[in-house]
């Protein structure tokens, strides 16, 4: 014996069901997190283990952050869209939740001639990772 389809009316409460699932769904995303642990040399071959909790920052607050950190004439000219040396402390102190650092902490460190390049991109592109990478879509390849 065939299926019968659903009526209108039913297919359109299942519809405006499942948009309301998903709106909620939607709403109550969490923003993302990750915990870095480093290990920093703090004198004669003796290291101690540090961590840090970055959180993502929304779409807009990213957005305005770029807008404060404009490239230098220099930089726009290399094709770059914020100034890393400004942005790059400003991100961290508003992504690193713990431990909480200001703004003027994170240049310290950035500027610090005892901290290499590497060492603070690492930091910084973890920061960038959670507010710039998309969403984990099933099946797109994106393992």
């Known amino acids: 014996m065939p299926t019968q389809e659903p009526s209108v ?9 499942s948009k309301r699932a998903t709106l ?8 993302l997190e990750k915990e870095l642990t480093v290990l920093l040399p703090v004198g004669e071959g003796k290291t101690e283990e ?4 970055f959180q993502s920052i929304g779409a807009q607050d990213w957005d305005r952050l770029i807008a404060k950190h404009p490239p230098t004439t220099e930089q ?3 094709g770059a ?5 400004t942005f790059a402390p400003a991100l961290l102190a508003v992504s690193c ?3 909480e650092l200001s703004e003027s902490d994170w240049k310290e460190i950035w500027n610090s ?8 991109v690492q ?7 959670l507010s710039s990478t998309g969403m984990d879509v099933p099946f797109s390849g994106r393992d």
Request: glycine share 4%; net charge positive.
């Open 50 to 53: 540090v961590s840090f909790l």
């Open 97 to 99: 939740s713990d431990p």
């Open 9 to 17: 009316t039913v297919r359109r409460k299942q519809s405006a069901q």
């Open 123 to 129: 930091l910084y592109l973890t920061a960038v990772e």
């Open 81 to 85: 869209s914020s100034n890393m040396h």
């Open 76 to 78: 726009r000219g290399e």
């Open 113 to 120: 001639p005892d901290w290499n390049r590497g060492e603070v």
């Open 24 to 31: 909620d769904l939607l709403r109550s995303k969490r923003r």
